[in-house]
């Protein structure tokens, strides 16, 4: 069975900081990690995935990743956070690399302090 | 392409009451799934399908149906709705990538 923890429910850094997201996993076979972002009242939007190409992970928005196995951790990062990143982020995992069945954490909501 | 479509965006249900969530999608993808989202829980996948003529159970199952008469369309069935579920419902389609819906904000009194 897989799954995914996000520490942190709620992050808030200033404008212009690094902006770190925490993600651990668990899963029985090599998995394929993702990052959604949701803006309010929106839907999820792929930031980044993993499906192991290569461990650090370039995606959307200034966003990166990198697929740690010996932490199990996927952790999101921003070197300087804008007043647009402000959302809520979820870690999402699948055993299959069509990435369907997705299994998410519980999401964390960025803060962006002007 | 319009992408992912749901409608209504918003819906208030009496607990006992039936209704159907519609996603559409024409993107030509086989996998559709619908997620439900609660605070502090993320996204649970309630069913999903891997082409027409196919469903199967994801992890919250219960009170819900659905069915794949077409690759376009993927309804989601609450027969007797409850408030427990209340909640906002997510449909999402793709291959490669999941690409998700606006979401259906439903509540049940």
């Known amino acids: 069975a897989q799954s995914v923890t996000q520490l942190g429910s709620h992050v808030s850094v200033s404008e212009g900081a690094l902006v770190l997201l925490r993600c651990n996993y668990s899963s029985s076979v090599p998995p394929y990690l993702f990052w959604y972002v949701q803006y309010p009242n929106q839907g999820l939007q792929l930031l980044l995935k993993y499906t192991s190409a290569a461990t650090l992970v370039k995606g959307i928005n200034g966003f990166e990743a990198e697929f740690k196995k010996s932490e199990t951790s996927f952790h999101l990062t921003k070197p300087s956070a804008h007043m647009s990143d402000a959302a809520e982020y979820f870690c999402?995992?699948?055993?299959?690399?069509?990435?369907?069945?997705?299994?998410f954490g519980t999401g964390t909501r960025l803060t962006i302090i002007p | 392409n319009a992408g992912v479509t749901q409608t209504p965006k918003f819906q208030v249900l009496k607990t006992g009451q039936s209704m159907t969530l519609q996603c559409a999608q024409d993107m030509n993808h086989e996998y559709m799934s619908w997620y439900r989202q609660d605070p502090g829980m993320g996204l649970r996948l309630i069913h999903y399908?891997?082409?027409?003529?196919?469903?199967d159970q994801g992890e919250v199952p219960n009170g819900y149906n659905v069915s794949r008469s077409t690759t376009e369309d993927f309804p989601l069935r609450l027969l007797s709705a409850a408030p427990s579920q209340t909640s906002v419902y997510f449909c999402?389609?793709?291959?490669?990538?999941?690409?998700f819906g606006p979401g259906t904000r439903l509540t049940v009194l």
């Open positions: 999402a995992v699948s055993e299959d690399f069509g990435n369907e069945k997705l299994t």
């Open positions: 999402a389609s793709g291959n490669n990538e999941q690409f």
């Open positions: 399908s891997v082409g027409a003529g196919i469903t």
